[in-house]
T-cell receptor, first 113, second 117 residues
Framework: QQQVKQSPQSLIVQKGGISIINCAYE??????FPWYQQFPGKGPALLIA?????SEKKEGRFTISFNKSAKQFSLHIMDSQPGDSATYFC????????????FGTGTKLQVIP | GAVVSQHPSRVICKSGTSVKIECRSL??????MFWYRQFPKQSLMLMAT?????????EQGVEKDKFLINHASLTLSTLTVTSAHPEDSSFYIC?????????????FGPGTRLTVL
């Protein structure tokens, strides 16, 4: 199975709050899980990525939590800011990202002041 | 950081014409580039994998005779939409992988908005 399921479809968070986006995958051969941020009319940009040998990775306000047994991973954005308002895509790939990337359906995040 | 450019950023054409979109890796060499299509408010859908010096690999349901891909050098891949029709209007995005990087990270271009009248 190639599918990567993502939820919620949209999310509204107040400034300073925590934004949480969840993803689930089926194919256990996936071994690279990136998150991308996309602003309207722009290409996606890599935000943070994790491999299945770790359960958590943090970079600044962004944290990925990874549950290998449940085949789930999530993105947490701490202290959310209006500038974080964008569409976020989780994704999965093989061979450490050397193969094609399968994208989730996307989450439109709106951070309100 | 690694930069991928696309040209043009926007193109409007008449139905039946062909349009060429360029994808360049500016500061790294890419043996593999990927072409995606994104419809409004939807996710990115992989169209094809482009390998330098060889034929592209197309995803199921993508017409290879309609979407011609040429990866002639380690820094340039082109996508030609032949005999474009209004249903081909979309946002086309390429990505490239640094062939010597250990991470396997793909870098995405800024996208090309194609509108077919």
């Amino acid at each position: 199975q190639q599918q990567v399921k993502q939820s919620p479809q949209s999310l509204i968070v107040q400034k300073g709050g925590i934004s949480i986006i969840n993803c689930a995958y089926e194919n256990t051969a996936f071994d690279y899980f990136p998150w991308y941020q996309q602003f309207p009319g722009k290409g996606p940009a890599l935000l943070i990525a994790i491999r299945p040998d770790v359960s958590e990775k943090k970079e600044g306000r962004f944290t990925i939590s990874f549950n290998k047994s449940a085949k789930q991973f999530s993105l947490h954005i701490m202290d959310s800011q209006p500038g974080d308002s964008a569409t976020y895509f989780c994704a999965a790939s093989y061979s450490g990202g050397y193969q094609k990337v399968t994208f989730g359906t996307g989450t439109k995040l709106q951070v309100i002041p | 950081g690694a930069v991928v450019s696309q040209h043009p950023s926007r193109v409007i054409c008449k139905s039946g014409t062909s349009v060429k979109i360029e994808c360049r890796s500016l500061d790294f060499q890419a043996t593999t580039m990927f072409w995606y299509r994104q419809f409004p408010k939807q996710s990115l859908m992989l169209m094809a994998t482009s390998n330098e010096g060889s034929k592209a690999t197309y995803e199921q349901g993508v017409e290879k005779d309609k979407f011609l891909i040429n990866h002639a050098s380690l820094t340039l891949s082109t996508l030609t939409v032949t005999s474009a029709h209004p249903e081909d209007s979309s946002f086309y995005i390429c990505s490239a992988r640094d062939q010597i990087a250990l991470s396997g990270e793909q870098f995405f271009g800024p996208g090309t908005r194609l509108t077919v009248l």
